[in-house]
C-alpha cells in the first residue's frame, strides 16, 4: 500500500513536470526559430566629401543617432575628400571607424568624366587604366591619411563595367562589392540590391511606410543591403525622421545590424 502511494505521487510530479517544461521547450524553440530567420542588415551609406573642412551635418547626425542606437552603420568614403581635408576631418573618419562603422571604397571623385564629348561615369564607360587608378588612388588616400585599409567597394551611381571587375582584381585586399549590376564575372563577394527594399523612395527621401512594405515582403533574405545618402536628409525636417522609424523598426524586428566585411567574414567562417 506505502509503495503505491509513492508511486501515485511520483508519477503525478513527472506528469506535472511534463505539463510545465514541454510548452516552455516548444515556445523556447519557436522563438530561436524566429530569430534565426530575420535577416542581417547592411546600412549602405553614401557619399562622405569633405566640404569647408567639416563633416556633413546629415552625416554627423546620423552616426550620432546610429551610435545611440547601438546600430552599425557604414560610411561611402569618396578619396578625393582625403587630398585636402583637415586633420578634425580625418579624425572624424578615424572615430567612426573605431566604434565599428565600415568606411567603405566608393571612387575616388563621384564624378562624370567627358570622353569624346559623352558624358561617362567613374566607373562605367572608361578605361581599365583609369578605373585602377581611381581604385588605387583612394585605397592610398585611406592607407595613408587614416590608417585605415577599406575592404568594400561599391560604385558611384553604382555604375560598373566589366573593366571595375577586371581592375578589383588588381586589389587583393577589397573583398566585397555591393550592388555589382552588370553580368560580368568577378572574385569579389557579392552584396545585391533588392530593389524593393531601401531606405529611400525615390532617392535622397526616405520613406518608412514604403520601406516597410518591402521588408515585410523580403523579410525572409538572409541580408538586406539599404542604401541611403545621409546629407540629403538633412534638406527636409521629416526625411531624417523618417530613417529614424526605419532603424526603429528593425530594432524591434530585432534584425542583426552588420557591415559588408563583417558579414564577409561571417559567411566565410562558415563556408
Ligand atoms: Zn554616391
Given amino acids: 500500500m506505502k509503495n503505491s502511494k509513492i508511486d501515485v505521487r511520483y508519477i503525478a510530479v513527472i506528469i506535472l513536470f511534463l505539463i510545465l517544461i514541454f510548452p516552455l521547450s516548444c515556445s523556447n524553440q519557436k522563438l530561436m526559430v524566429e530569430k534565426e530567420s530575420k535577416p542581417f542588415v547592411i546600412l549602405k551609406l553614401d557619399d562622405l566629401w569633405n566640404k569647408n573642412d567639416v563633416v556633413h551635418s546629415g552625416w554627423r547626425e546620423v552616426m550620432a543617432f546610429l551610435n545611440e542606437e547601438k546600430v552599425v552603420g557604414t560610411i561611402g568614403l569618396i578619396g578625393e575628400s582625403l587630398e585636402g581635408g583637415s586633420e578634425a576631418y580625418y579624425q572624424w573618419i578615424k572615430d567612426r571607424h573605431r566604434e565599428g562603422h565600415e568606411i567603405w571604397h566608393h571612387g575616388f571623385c563621384h564624378c562624370k568624366p567627358i570622353i569624346?564629348?559623352?558624358?561617362?561615369?567613374?566607373?562605367r564607360g572608361t578605361s581599365f587604366e583609369y578605373q585602377l587608378r581611381q581604385l588605387y588612388k583612394t585605397q592610398k588616400l585611406a592607407q595613408d591619411k587614416l590608417g585605415i585599409v577599406l575592404r568594400s567597394f561599391g560604385a558611384p551611381y553604382n555604375a560598373v563595367d566589366e573593366f571595375t571587375?577586371?581592375?578589383?582584381?588588381?586589389?587583393?585586399?577589397?573583398?566585397?562589392?555591393?550592388?555589382?549590376?552588370?553580368?560580368?564575372?568577378?572574385?569579389?563577394?557579392?552584396?545585391?540590391?533588392i530593389p524593393e527594399v531601401n531606405i529611400e523612395y525615390p532617392v535622397h527621401q526616405p520613406d518608412f511606410e514604403?520601406?516597410?512594405?518591402?521588408?515585410?515582403?523580403?523579410?525572409?533574405?538572409?541580408?538586406?543591403?539599404?542604401?541611403g545618402h545621409p546629407r540629403s536628409w538633412?534638406?527636409?525636417?521629416?526625411?531624417m525622421e523618417e530613417f529614424k522609424k526605419i532603424i526603429r523598426f528593425l530594432q524591434e524586428e530585432k534584425v542583426t545590424f552588420t557591415t559588408p566585411y563583417l558579414f564577409y567574414m561571417h559567411h566565410k567562417g562558415k563556408s
Avoid: C
Fill in 234 to 239: 538633412v534638406e527636409k525636417p521629416n526625411r
Fill in 210 to 227: 514604403k520601406f516597410k512594405a518591402g521588408y515585410v515582403q523580403h523579410s525572409t533574405e538572409p541580408v538586406l543591403i539599404i542604401q
Fill in 165 to 193: 571587375a577586371f581592375a578589383l582584381k588588381e586589389i587583393p585586399e577589397i573583398k566585397v562589392w555591393m550592388y555589382k549590376e552588370s553580368a560580368f564575372p568577378t572574385d569579389k563577394f557579392l552584396l545585391d540590391r
Fill in 116 to 123: 569624346d564629348d559623352v558624358e561617362k561615369r567613374e566607373f
